[in-house]
């Protein structure tokens, strides 16, 4: 026994062998790397972004428009349209973001989308000027109204019909409480002449005449009625009177009827004996092809005549914005001289009145 086990002493265990290290005597410690947290793309960076994705989108819009899309898809390439003249209004933002960030292909695209926003819009603004009457010329005034179904204030245009004294008056969405409202004034005496078929519901119409009115007729067009009479001006002249109330395409199976109807009076325009006016609610701006396609056919858009300019007659009840569609037209063909055009003052329904002047010769 050792002299240690004797004393009762242990002695500590000798320390572990150390690795050696694989570091060369002159490298440096370096820290481990700290988690880094992602940073976000700056405001200039975002709003680049917003833009491309904006300007991409009306570009697939307009692209889709250019080459007819709007046939094959009738909805909702229907509302599309008809905002138009705002709903390009972006890229003009978009020019300057392009600009200012110099990203050249977001401002071609930008640009190109601004020549086409003033291809579709800027004649909707172009002045013009009233024709003038030739002598012996039968000065005709008309007016149209959609009086919306329920408008219990539907009296308040009676002042204006009193005041405009129109030859023939187009009424619209006349119902028994409308027709009672508009009678009540006294405004509807002066006509001897009247085709009235007022229902309840939406497309209720009549047609009001100091002319006498013959072979009038109510055809369903679209699941909706198509009113018209023939209007003897003199012995010599006469026209067919249409009172047109289309259906809102707001919806795939609307669209598909206010397809039809417009068809129908594309069909009307091109194939009549007589000279026609059309007027009334058509739903429908220059913006929509088949609207376009009708005053192809044979007539002409009173307002685009005398360039009646930014004239917009829905939604007139907008409580946020002004109105902001036309889609309230008098189409008249080249037998009417086109003299005047005005849009009448709000009478509680959603549409403006229309007037327009015309000269037949």
């Known amino acids: 026994m050792s002299s240690t086990q004797e004393s009762g002493q242990t002695t500590p265990d000798p320390p572990s062998p150390t690795p050696p290290s694989t570091s060369s005597p002159g490298d440096i410690p370096v820290a481990a790397a700290e988690p880094t947290t992602p940073t976000l793309p700056s405001i200039p960076t975002v709003i680049t972004i917003v833009a491309w994705v904006v300007t991409g989108g009306l570009a697939l819009l ?112 006349l119902t028994p409480l409308t027709l009672a409202k508009v009678a009540s004034t006294g405004a509807l005496r002066p006509y001897a002449y009247h085709e009235v078929r007022a229902t309840k519901g939406a497309f209720g119409a009549g047609i009001y005449s100091r002319f006498p009115l013959r072979d009038a007729a109510a055809p369903t067009v679209g699941d909706g009625m198509s009113l018209r009479a023939t209007v003897q001006v003199d012995e010599n002249r006469r026209f067919v009177m249409y009172a047109v109330h289309t259906i809102s395409p707001t919806s795939s199976t609307y669209t598909t009827r206010w397809r039809t109807q417009l068809t129908e009076l594309r069909h009307e325009a091109r194939t009549a004996t007589l000279p026609v006016i059309m007027a009334g609610d058509f739903n429908a701006t220059r913006d929509h092809r088949p609207f376009r396609q009708l005053v192809d056919a044979g007539v002409r858009d009173a307002h685009d005549v005398v360039g009646g300019g930014w004239e917009p007659t829905w939604s007139a009840t907008a409580v946020i914005v002004p109105p902001v569609l036309r889609i309230d037209h008098v189409l008249a063909s080249p037998a009417f001289a086109v003299t005047g055009f005005s849009v009448g003052r709000e009478d509680g329904s959603d549409h403006l009145p229309i007037l327009a002047d015309l000269a037949m010769r």
């Open 62 to 173: 307009a692209l889709g428009r250019l080459v007819h899309l709007d046939d094959a898809i009738d909805w909702p390439y229907t509302v599309v349209n008809a905002l138009t003249p705002l709903l390009y209004l972006p890229a003009y933002a978009a020019v300057a973001v392009a600009f200012a960030r110099r990203r050249n292909l977001l401002l071609i695209v930008s640009v190109a989308l601004i020549a086409v926003h003033a291809f579709w819009t800027v004649p909707e603004l172009l002045p013009g000027h009233a024709e003038n009457a030739a002598s012996g010329s039968a000065r005709i005034r008309v007016m149209s109204a959609n009086l919306r179904y329920d408008n219990a204030h539907a009296d308040r245009l009676g002042a204006q019909i009193q005041s405009a004294n129109p030859d023939v008056l187009v009424l619209l969405e």
